[in-house]
């Protein structure tokens, strides 16, 4: 099984070396978490775990796109080497506006993942990776593996998401018309980030604008009518210069809602958050990258360092989009 380019097997086998060190002598090794997925990998590729092995993941009590991106980056590990994902439902998420239990409800109604993956139930012997590492043990059919995310692979193979994005879309109630009139969707990060608070996540309003001017371009050269709503919080003078431009201004709308419309947008600028990404791996349109945390798949169209975007991109990609 080639999965892993040879740098990143290297990579891996000396972490896994120093892990080892480090437990040999007794030094502390919780920061070495994330490492647990390339030890896996290199366990998978050499035939010590075998296909089929059982995953899962959970843990995580921050926000629904780091969460479902724990989940999305663990089926694209699991179908890259050969195991099965086994679906942990959500339990707790950041910002809820009502009911936890309900909350967590309706984004699993949302993603539909038990549509396509068995779900967690007590039938299951859950093994942390971690301890699995540490005392290997014969798996049995019901022994599920588990792990936080699967970020140490995915981040490095992000294309691997296109394995699994279109059955994860189809378990979703995504409308799948494309009309005449094109659709974008600017995703505004505001409330928990700010020029002084949280600014690595910021992108002041001046950057994009200079992107909604690029989409405007593109559609006056492309010959099309373009729609263009800001998804964002905060109050609509806040807004001012977006509506300016003659954009249709959604704040403070419901979290599930705005996903939706940005999964279904023909055109979606991404901000620096992993709602965004969510919603760009699951778009069949054309994605604006904002460079971040999570790096772009191979298709997508990055931003200059001032916001604006190649137009002459944008109207290839326009072309070449695929439908849902």
């Known amino acids: 099984m080639q999965v892993l380019q040879r740098k990143h097997?290297?990579?891996?086998?000396?972490?896994?070396?120093?892990?080892?060190?480090?437990?040999?002598?007794?030094?502390?090794?919780?920061t070495e978490k994330n490492f647990l997925v390339s030890e896996?990998?290199?366990?998978?590729?050499?035939?010590?775990?075998?296909?089929?092995?059982?995953?899962?993941?959970?843990?995580?009590?921050d926000g629904i796109g780091m969460q479902a991106l724990s989940r999305m980056s663990a089926i694209a590990f699991?179908?890259?080497?050969?195991?099965?994902?086994?679906?942990?439902?959500?339990?707790?998420?950041?910002?809820?506006p009502a009911n936890q239990i309900s909350w967590a409800q309706k984004w699993e109604d949302f993603f539909g993942f038990s549509k396509h993956y068995k779900v967690i139930d007590e039938t299951y012997e859950i093994i942390d990776y971690q301890d699995y590492m540490q005392r290997p043990k014969q798996l049995a059919s019901n022994s599920v593996l588990f792990f936080q995310q699967?970020?140490?692979?995915?981040?490095?193979?992000?294309?691997?998401?296109?394995?699994?994005?279109?059955?994860?879309?189809a378990g979703m109630n995504l409308s799948t018309e494309r009309g005449e009139r094109l659709r974008a969707a600017i995703h505004v990060r505001r409330g928990d980030v700010s020029a002084s608070a949280n600014k690595m996540r910021y992108t002041d309003d001046a950057s994009i604008l200079r992107s909604i001017d690029s989409l405007q371009r593109?559609?006056?050269?492309?010959g099309r009518d373009l729609a263009i709503s800001v998804y964002s919080q905060g109050?609509?003078?806040?807004?001012?210069?977006?509506?300016?431009r003659g954009c249709e201004l959604h704040l403070?709308?419901?979290a599930i809602e705005t996903m939706k419309a940005m999964i279904e947008?023909?055109?979606?600028?991404?901000?620096?958050?992993?709602?965004?990404?969510?919603?760009?791996?699951?778009?069949?349109?054309?994605?604006?990258?904002?460079?971040?945390?999570?790096?772009?798949?191979?298709?997508?169209?990055?931003?200059?360092?001032?916001?604006?975007?190649?137009?002459?991109?944008?109207?290839?990609?326009l072309d070449k989009a695929r439908p849902a």
């Open 78 to 96: 699991a179908r890259a080497f050969g195991a099965e994902y086994i679906h942990t439902p959500f339990e707790s998420i950041d910002h809820t």
């Open 218 to 222: 593109m559609a006056r050269e492309a």
């Open 150 to 169: 699967c970020w140490w692979f995915t981040r490095r193979y992000p294309d691997f998401y296109l394995n699994i994005a279109p059955e994860l879309r």
């Open 265 to 317: 947008s023909d055109i979606l600028v991404m901000s620096k958050s992993s709602f965004s990404y969510v919603a760009a791996l699951l778009n069949t349109g054309v994605i604006v990258y904002e460079p971040t945390f999570n790096p772009p798949l191979s298709s997508w169209i990055r931003k200059r360092d001032d916001g604006s975007v190649d137009v002459k991109r944008l109207v290839a990609a």
């Open 40 to 61: 896996a990998a290199l366990r998978f590729i050499r035939g010590i775990l075998p296909q089929g092995a059982k995953i899962t993941t959970f843990g995580r009590r």
């Open 252 to 254: 403070d709308t419901d």
């Open 9 to 30: 097997i290297l990579q891996a086998d000396a972490r896994s070396q120093w892990y080892r060190f480090k437990l040999t002598f007794g030094l502390g090794v919780k």
């Open 235 to 244: 109050s609509p003078e806040e807004f001012a210069a977006f509506k300016a």
